[in-house]
């Protein structure tokens, strides 16, 4: 085989050269997608997942613009075009709003962002006996007759009260405690300390699945749904969103999380941490997660997305 010319060889760089910069440049959005408005209800695992997003899209020359709107004022902004992506939307609790969306053509699912989260009634791991709701009543001195909920008005407060007026159970005479997140949880490690008898409302994703050892209870699904309460959590657009900013729209496909990461994170903000900090920590200490990340993704400007992401980042 002939060695390529000089001239050859200069061609097939130009050429390959070209390429590369054709590629770089069909992934990099317009610069109207620069600003990105996302929504918070004001719940911790989402400002976890905002911070995480927020920083990534900084360090690829994007903004993210985050309103902090309620559940049915920020799908409602989503119906009107007034908000770009939504990473909270809890499924089948947010169903209807769901349904309400789709039958306006108003969302597109970008991604199941978190799997495995749930919420209803637990114990600590070191309670023996005590596996279903149905167990609660054959120990009811261990446990004083009380289960402790959150604050006063919480829907899951009157499912705690419907698991107790049922018969099904067997809870006559006990009592629900509403105190609010914190002093519930501050009774559970006291009662850790002393290993007593403690029935209490629990979810996942939150760092009390960090600081305590918890066994959920089965036998709620007519109360919390099934599964232990257990949901799914999606990345919504705007419909036409994805089009008009395909890059960033990689991007959010691509963020998935899991429950301890979103421990952690919720620990951290929680603690008194702001979200964007907590969400820069957890990445310095775990790098490998911005490969899966930016697979695909590149900066404003068409840039490597992973490699100005690291340099941001100080990796």
Known sequence: MKTLSRVGRIAIGLFLGMAAFSTAAQAADEAACKTIRMSAPGWTDI???????????????????????????GYQAMKSGEIDVFLGNWMPAQKSFIDDLNAAKAVDVLAKNLEGAKFTLAVPSY????????????????FDKKIYGIEPGAPANENIRKIIASEKFGLTGWQLVESGEQAMLAHVERAGKSKTGVVFLAWAPHPMNEKFSIEYLSGGDDYFGPNYGGAEVYTLART??????????TLF??????????NNLM????????????????????????DGWLAGVTTLDGKPGAEAAKTALGL
């Open 267 to 290: 620990g951290a903000i929680l603690e008194g941490g702001d979200a964007k900090a907590a969400a820069t920590t957890w990445l310095k200490a775990n790098p490998k997660a911005l």
């Open 127 to 142: 309670v023996e006996g005590v596996k279903d709701i149905a167990d609660l009543a054959k120990h009811a001195d261990e």
């Open 240 to 249: 036409g969103w994805s089009a008009q900013c395909p890059n960033a729209a």
């Open 253 to 262: 496909k691509n963020l998935k999380f899991d429950i301890s990461m979103e």
């Open 47 to 73: 400002a976890a997942t905002n911070g995480i997003a927020s920083v990534l899209l900084g360090a690829l020359g994007y903004e993210a613009d985050i309103k902090t709107l309620s559940v049915p004022i």
